[in-house]
């Protein structure tokens, strides 16, 4: 079946949507698609498998397209996805979202596909374990794949921090519930961790050139050696956000995104207490991580670099949990704990940039020698700041450890 924009058929309800003059009518993309079509059986589910070859064109913008397009007719979703991981094993594919009209319009714009935020989860009290999992489980796979455009197409540095958000919401909420899960959360975290470490690079680079970097830069004008360092940094940065295209293009990837999707819509990672109490399950694991930060944190003001980075990683865990466990226990604490604790993440946050930004001067140093006193710069000019930045950060601390719980 060959598809091509025509003329409005005489059908049209043109009337209906407030058209007077249906001639005046003009294409704003085309999209010329030879589209061959079958029905499939997988499991319990009937499958339409449409294999769309062509392209899609602006005025002068075209893109190709090659697609295999699967749309359920009926019966469970998981049969569908298990039949699209057996293909997976057999061909070099990849999983997109984007239909023909996004790309159309994309390209009649000159726009990219934008990173996409995380939604809220909205958890109740009556919710059982499984079925607290299965919504966050839903909003994580539909937050993984969102961001998958954006970094495969445009290299998008707030795509690649998006994606990075997504993995960790998952990770965490996979650990907090952990006692009740088998093996397959296990994968599945396994697998995230892994993405995870791959794309950090990517992370670590854009941060560094967009945010780390140039308050040097602008106070040193006249130093050569920090362009140098910054068109050393260009150079990893692009060799980076291409490991992470070959990432999301891999059959690894890809089959983990499908066995995500999977979980999300038939469930099966619990294995113990599926139908057992929220708030108390919450509560508990919200004290284990309670008490895991302020054993990390303990003595703060005086704790080394490296040991308030343990202190950020245990406050990042308790954040994600709190963001999930939130509604469980409403009142009015909830939202001055959450606002001194991502105060607090921040702060902790900039000084993991800081001295990310110290490693990476000193790597693209090493690399290139006439680098080096641009790397030293940096590391100046950083020491500095976590010199001026430590009463706050110290105050920051006190604050929040003095913030009683909300749940």
């Known amino acids: 079946m060959r598809r091509r924009a025509s003329s409005t058929p005489p059908e049209a309800p043109v009337g209906d949507l407030g058209i007077a003059d249906a001639d005046a009518l003009r294409p704003t993309f085309l999209t010329d698609i030879e589209r061959t079509k079958k029905e ?8 339409e498998a449409s294999l769309d070859m ?14 295999l397009e699967l749309e359920l007719m009926s019966g469970p979703v998981g049969d569908m996805l298990a039949g699209a991981r057996a293909l997976l094993e057999k061909r ?9 009209a996004a790309q159309g319009t994309d390209l009649l714009l000159g726009t990219s596909p934008p990173a996409v935020r995380a939604t809220r989860v909205k958890l109740d009290p009556a919710d059982s374990i499984d079925g607290a999992l299965a919504k966050v ?16 197409e445009t290299g998008d540095p707030e795509g690649i921090h998006q994606l990075r958000v997504s993995l960790r919401r998952l990770r965490s909420a996979l650990l907090f519930l952990k006692p009740h899960l088998g093996s397959r959360a296990a ?29 040097v830069i602008d106070a040193n004008p006249r130093a050569s050696s920090l ?33 995500l999707l999977r979980v999300a819509h038939g469930g099966g990672l619990v294995v113990r207490d599926a139908d057992g109490p929220l708030p108390k399950t919450a509560k508990r694991r919200l004290n284990g991580r309670y008490r895991s930060l302020m054993k990390a944190g303990s003595g703060f003001d005086r704790l080394t670099e490296p040991e308030r980075h343990r202190v950020r990683i245990a406050l990042k865990k308790l954040r994600y949990a709190c963001d999930y466990s939130r509604t469980l226990f409403p009142g009015p604490a909830v939202d001055p704990y959450l606002r001194r604790l991502s105060a607090l993440q921040d702060d902790l946050g900039r000084l993991n940039d800081a001295s990310v930004a110290r490693l990476i001067s000193q790597e693209l140093a090493a690399a290139d020698p006439l680098a080096a006193a641009g790397a030293s710069r940096v590391g100046d000019w950083y020491d500095r ?10 105050e920051s601390w006190r604050a929040f450890a003095a913030t009683e719980p909300f749940w």
């Open 227 to 259: 362009p140098r360092l910054r068109d050393a940094a260009r150079e990893r940065r692009d060799a980076a956000h291409e490991a992470a295209r070959k990432l999301i293009r891999g059959r690894r990837f890809n089959r983990f995104v499908l066995d």
């Open 92 to 100: 070099r594919l990849r999983i997109g979202t984007r239909s023909k």
């Open 137 to 152: 489980l839903r909003a994580a796979s539909i937050h993984v794949t969102a961001n998958l455009a954006p970094v495969l």
């Open 54 to 67: 062509g392209r899609i064109s602006a005025g002068e913008r075209e893109a190709p397209v090659a697609e």
């Open 385 to 394: 700041w976590a010199r001026e930045a430590e009463p706050g950060l110290i």
């Open 187 to 215: 994968t599945l975290n396994r697998e995230a961790r892994r993405a995870l470490k791959r794309l950090g690079p990517a992370r670590d680079f854009d941060v560094f050139l967009l945010e780390t970097l140039p308050p």
């Open 40 to 47: 499939i059986q997988t499991g319990d589910a009937r499958v």
